[in-house]
């Protein structure tokens, strides 16, 4: 049980909320809880690979390169550029509050981080390595070597030991503290009046019905068009890739709203390139209200407050390859 829940039932046995604790409760979306970090040593592992361009096939492309930690986790493309400067299929969501998602992916075709981060290594149009070849570099580097072995305890390097390190990293990218949880606290001067005009809309016109909970959405897979469909010359279908199911098509995760001023552009397109814009088709195509350009601007105000502390990051130093360490190779068709 997470601490707010263990609060909560608490709570409600003991029937002795204070007003504050009743008034957070009520809302519909939960502050983001700090990372627990149990095991430090996984995760600085998880924390090199996340940042090593190794496990590409040109040797030029990490994971940070389209979940860039200096940009709210996202790359700020339409689409990815990937191996050979291919042009992505879809836009990069970010990685920062990911652990608290439904499923991983637009369509949530892997259940968990861990099944999620053996995609793109493997993925042609991304890192365009395979996960043989990325074990064999990393087998070949004897600081790999001994840092997997101190982690995991096995002489050999294996891609679920990878996987797992990446996910345990991935899972302490959480941010917390946003001004919107410092009132959600209780801080009532956190906000200005009209970010809170801004909730009010939010909540009265039926935004959080699809984004609520900690991470304002993540948490269920919603139509894109509900009243007024969805133009778009993008090929994804949605979660019906994944089900195979006709009613499923163009339902997509609902993506989570926290640090949504950092993660432009907008939608599994890309296409909406400003808040205003994402803010206003949301409006048409999922409520059927046109905001004016003051409600819509408030709307705006509200989601800027759901910045939270960024992960602090320093930098890793990568241990250096060896003379058998299979070469990147950037240009080879
Ligand atoms: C070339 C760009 C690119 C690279 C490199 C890349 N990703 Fe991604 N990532 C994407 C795109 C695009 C998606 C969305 C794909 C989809 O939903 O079909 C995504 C999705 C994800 C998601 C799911 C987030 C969510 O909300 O559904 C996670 C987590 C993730 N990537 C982690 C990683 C990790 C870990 C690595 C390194 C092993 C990595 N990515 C490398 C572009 C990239
Ligand atoms: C019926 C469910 C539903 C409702 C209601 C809804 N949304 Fe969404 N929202 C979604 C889905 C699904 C997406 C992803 C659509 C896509 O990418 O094709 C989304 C995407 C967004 C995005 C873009 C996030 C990103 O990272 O790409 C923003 C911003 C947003 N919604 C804000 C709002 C606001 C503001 C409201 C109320 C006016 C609202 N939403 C109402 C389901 C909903």
């Known amino acids: 049980m997470s601490k707010a829940s263990a609060l909560l039932a608490a709570g409600i046995a003991l029937g002795c909320w204070s007003n504050l604790a009743s008034a957070a409760s009520q809302e519909p979306i ?26 590409s096939r040109s040797g030029a492309i990490s994971c940070n390169s389209c979940h860039n930690l200096g940009m709210g986790g996202s790359d700020n493309l339409k689409a990815s550029i990937g191996h050979q400067w291919q042009q992505g299929s879809i836009n990069s969501p970010t990685v920062l509050n990911s652990s608290l998602n439904i ?31 990325a074990i064999q570099v990393l087998n070949s580097i004897p600081g790999y070597r001994a840092e997997f072995k101190q982690v995991f305890g096995q002489d050999r390097i294996t891609i679920e030991e990878v996987t797992g390190a990446l996910a345990a990293f991935e899972e302490t990218l959480v941010t917390p ?75 997509f995760k609902v993506p989570t709203l926290r640090n949504v001023a950092l993660t432009y552009p907008y939608f599994h397109d890309g296409e909406a390139a400003t808040l205003t814009q994402a803010v206003d088709v949301m409006g048409r ?21 759901l910045t ?13 390859s060896e003379d058998d360490t299979p070469r990147p190779e950037p240009f080879v068709k």
């Open 103 to 133: 499923a991983q992916f637009w369509d949530g075709r892997a259940k968990d981080l861990r099944e999620q981060a053996g995609g793109p290594i493997a993925n042609p149009m991304e890192m365009a390595s395979s996960h043989e070849l």
């Open 177 to 251: 503290n946003a001004r919107f949880d410092q009132w959600l606290r209780g801080d009532k001067q956190a906000l200005t009046l009209r970010e809170l005009a801004g909730y009010e809309l939010f909540k009265n016109s039926g935004c959080v019905a699809c984004h609520n909970g900690v991470a304002v959405g993540g948490n269920s897979f919603q139509k894109m068009g509900l009243v007024m469909p969805y133009q778009t010359d993008n090929k994804a279908e949605g979660r019906a890739a994944v089900t195979g199911k006709d009613a499923d098509r163009f339902n």
């Open 30 to 55: 939960q502050p983001v809880e700090p990372a627990v970090i149990k095991e430090p040593a996984k995760v600085e592992l998880g924390k090199k690979l996340f940042f090593d361009p190794r496990l």
């Open 285 to 305: 195509l999922q409520l059927g209200r046109t905001f004016t350009p003051d409600e819509n601007a408030q709307i705006v105000a509200f989601l800027k407050t």
């Open 308 to 320: 939270g502390d960024q992960p602090a990051i320093q930098y890793p130093v990568l241990p250096p």
